[in-house]
């Protein structure tokens, strides 16, 4: 189980790129870094998952360097709607393998 | 990507009493199944995991008494929560895989908001 160690919390503004940054040194050769969305009083969302280099999809991009100590998440042009908890996971499994181990999370605040 | 549905998404009870929450994955079958409980500003806490047709797997600290899972199908596990407290005011969140494989995207129900009074 890789430790990860991420921002508490960050502030944005509408309209700006946000970058979440997680480090992992100890990430497992096997390992992937997936990246968690959750609003409140709801259940947490799948954003994006990559291995090395770089990802991206519809809703964001990740950024993994060549050592993959480390990983950055961005989001475009944030909204308010982008308000929320964000969870990096590196190898973050129970002992079984099978459920994910949630860390505590970048809180986004997202602000007009 | 699949769905999986919680019901109910709130609940108010009175201490002592029990009560039950179920998961559906909608449209795939899902052999486990996963119950986190989450406190206020704080992180999911895995519970533990539901295998259908036979015993729920515990993480260290839940008290399996308490906490009484059952998985009958493929698509549907319960959580009960038997004699309930006001500490067990909580968020209440399934999760279902598509494989058990490490690596694989997890799906979420809404979560349950149990208050307990």
């Known amino acids: 189980l890789a430790k990860t160690t991420q921002p508490i919390s960050m502030d944005s503004y509408e309209g700006q790129e946000v970058n979440i940054t997680c480090s992992h040194n100890n990430i497992a050769t096997n390992d992937y870094i997936t990246w968690y969305q959750q609003f409140p009083s709801q259940g947490p969302r799948f954003i994006i998952q990559?291995?090395?280099t770089k990802v991206t999809n519809e809703v964001a991009s990740l950024f993994i360097p060549a050592d993959r100590k480390s990983s950055t998440l961005s989001l475009p042009r944030v909204s308010l709607s982008d308000t929320a908890v964000y969870y990096c996971l590196v190898g973050a499994v129970n002992q079984a393998g099978t459920a994910l181990i949630f860390g505590k999370g970048t809180t986004l605040s997202v602000s007009s | 990507g699949a769905v999986v549905s919680q019901h109910p998404s709130r609940v108010i009870c009175k201490s002592g009493t029990s009560v039950k929450i179920e998961c559906r994955s909608l449209d795939f079958q899902a052999t486990t199944m996963f119950w986190y409980r989450q406190f206020p500003k704080q992180s999911l806490m895995l519970m533990a995991t539901s295998n259908e047709g036979s015993k729920a797997t515990y993480e260290q600290g839940v008290e399996k008494d308490k906490f009484l899972i059952n998985h009958a199908s493929l698509t549907l596990s319960t959580l009960t929560v038997t004699s309930a407290h006001p500490e067990d005011s909580s968020f209440y969140i399934c999760?279902?895989?598509?494989?058990?494989?490490?690596?694989?995207?997890?799906?979420f129900g809404q979560g349950t908001r149990l208050t307990v009074v």
């Open positions: 990559g291995y090395k």
């Open positions: 999760s279902a895989k598509l494989t058990t494989a490490p690596n694989t995207e997890a799906f």
